[in-house]
């Protein structure tokens, strides 16, 4: 007698751009701030899960800006949503490189020359609350937490670093299609 439908697949695509600050440690010394940025090209494709491709740039002071990129997996938490706004937990992967030069606040270790290339793998994760602004512009704010394994090589030796670097972000999304 009653015919219920439940929409399970919805295919939505946006475009999120973000940055933010925080600190961080490891192999990496005598910086004050690191930067994160991101670039990514979302699809929903069931109703709490959002996958994308992510454009990723690290950075510490001016002296070095690691880019690459890679992966994501969205999952927005149901119990925590309204019709305006939600949260949503997020993790991606990826390749990342870049040039090193000396500066005012970074010193290399013994065996590093003054520019070097640094490529290896990243992780991270990021708890965000999304508030829609309008219907097509979606501002969310969190935090983030990212490890990045480096290998590189000098004229004298190989060198093998690795720092974690969390803080604070801000991003904002914008629906393409849906």
Request: net charge positive; no cysteine; aromatic share 14%.
């Amino acid at each position: 007698q009653d015919v219920r439908l439940e929409k399970w697949h919805t295919y939505r695509i946006s475009m999120e751009l973000g940055g933010g600050v925080g600190s961080g440690g490891g192999d990496i010394k005598n910086f004050r701030v690191l930067g994160n940025y991101f670039f990514r090209l979302n699809v929903s494709i069931l109703q709490d899960i959002v996958v994308g491709i992510e454009g990723k740039g690290l950075s510490f002071d001016a002296d070095a800006l690691y880019t690459g990129g890679g992966a994501m997996l969205r999952y927005y938490i149901h119990g925590l949503r309204t019709k305006k706004s939600r949260s949503s937990l997020t993790v991606s992967g990826g390749y990342i490189g870049g040039f090193e030069k000396p500066g005012s606040s970074y010193e290399y270790q013994a065996g590093e020359s003054e520019i070097k290339v640094f490529s290896g793998p990243y992780f991270g994760a990021a708890l965000d609350y999304y508030f829609r602004v309008w219907e097509h512009v979606t501002l969310g704010f969190g935090g983030h937490f990212n490890y990045v394994r480096l290998n590189g090589k000098t004229e004298t030796a190989d060198l093998k670093k690795s720092f974690m670097q969390g803080g604070a972000h801000i991003s904002m999304v914008f629906n393409i299609l849906r």
